[in-house]
């Protein structure tokens, strides 16, 4: 199964920006619709942000829209989540994974099943 390595997280003050990344290696993850998702301590892992392999759709839950921004580096073959504006509820383990499509949209929350879970990225927001 296709697998990424999270990195970048942290602890950072609420209103403070923190980006994480997921890198592959021996696949190209342009190949791929790729999401975010986070699991905060006592919850259910969700979704927060996906984008298409061609970019053509990016999408993000209702609760980090306008304070986050995902993205891709094809040269590096990464994708990141920069996260502004942070709060205290942003805080958990953040997850990068390939996501399923549905008419041409990357769809929120719906990991596919060729992929694995990594170890994920911990964020930390707290004063």
């Known amino acids: 199964q296709l697998q990424v390595v999270e990195s970048g997280g942290g602890l950072v003050q609420p209103g403070g920006s923190l980006r994480v990344s997921c890198a592959a290696s021996g696949f190209t993850l342009d190949s791929y619709a790729i999401g975010w998702f986070r699991q905060a301590p006592g919850k259910e892992r969700e979704g927060v942000s996906c984008?298409?392999?061609?970019?053509?759709?990016?999408d993000y839950a209702d609760s980090v829209k306008g304070r986050f921004t995902i993205s891709r580096d094809t040269v590096e073959n990464v994708v990141y989540l920069q996260m502004n504006s942070l709060k205290t509820e942003d805080t958990g383990i953040y997850y990068c994974?390939?996501?399923?499509?549905?008419?041409?949209?990357?769809?929120?929350?719906?990991?596919?099943?060729?992929?694995?879970w990594g170890q994920g990225t911990q964020v930390t927001v707290s004063s």
């Open positions: 984008i298409n392999e061609n970019l053509n759709y990016i």
């Open positions: 994974i390939g996501v399923r499509k549905a008419y041409g949209r990357c769809l929120l929350g719906a990991p596919h099943d060729d992929w694995s």
